[in-house]
């Protein structure tokens, strides 16, 4: 089965609109981390944003934010005021277990166009 | 910032050459990773280093051998190259210890195995 789950693979949408990117989990481990990261046509991944299990709030950094639905293993990607950069896989990992486990479960990633 | 950087950016190579892929952090992180990234199948990790002489298998080891002789390099090592091993690889570092530690990647390397 899936770990990390990604039903979307591709996503458009118009510039300066919000998308929402899913992301749905599976873990038994109560610590845990989930990371989203970018990949644009460049080839470079690039984090964006990490959410851990015991955080009570849901993260957010700038224009990226996290919906964090901890009872439904769901941590989806929210990006407000879409920009034309913005066009890019994404993709959602998790790490189990605590912080010193250095191996993260990937998604298949999303492919998102940000039309202008 | 933190910059990794891999030695190419493409590499064309012949079916039993053995494929040296470079890999160079600045930032002194002690884990360093090599994935190689495939159409449909996503981020496979194959090595991952934890320090200087280690080394652990990740989930797709078989055909590919690792050296960590300093801190900042780490090479990945196709004993043979095969075009099955035509794909993207990307080279990632990480701190240990922090209570999240990003991977921070390079740019990538487009190796194609004829």
């Known amino acids: 089965a899936q770990k990390i789950t990604q039903t979307q693979p591709g996503m458009f949408v118009q510039e300066k609109e919000a998308v929402t990117l899913d992301c749905t989990y599976d873990?038994?481990?109560?610590?845990?981390?989930l990371f989203w990261y970018k990949q644009p046509s460049s080839g470079e991944m690039i984090f964006l944003i990490y959410?851990?299990?015991?955080d009570q709030q849901n993260a957010t950094e700038g224009r990226y934010s996290l919906n964090f639905q901890k009872a439904r293993k769901s941590a989806n990607l929210v990006i407000s005021a879409s920009q034309l950069g913005d066009s890019a896989m994404y993709f959602c990992a998790m790490r189990e277990g605590p912080p010193n486990n250095r191996k993260l479960i990937w998604g298949l990633g999303t492919s998102l166009a940000v039309n202008p | 910032d933190v910059k990794v950087t891999q030695s190419s950016r493409y590499l064309v190579k012949r079916t039993g050459e053995k494929v040296f892929l470079e890999c160079v952090q600045d930032m002194d992180h002690e884990n360093m990773f090599w994935y190689r990234q495939d159409p449909g199948l996503g981020l496979r990790l194959i090595y991952f280093s934890y320090d200087v002489k280690m080394k652990e298998k990740g989930d797709i080891p078989e055909g590919y051998s690792v050296s960590r002789e300093k801190k900042e390099r780490f090479s990945l090592i196709l004993e043979s190259a095969s075009t099955n091993q035509t794909s993207m690889y990307l080279c990632?570092?990480?701190?240990?210890?922090?209570?999240?530690?990003?991977?921070?990647f390079g740019n990538g390397t487009r190796l194609t195995v004829t």
């Open positions: 990632a570092s990480t701190r240990q210890g922090a209570r999240y530690s990003p991977l921070h």
């Open positions: 873990t038994s481990d109560p610590s845990y981390g």
């Open positions: 959410q851990g299990s015991y």
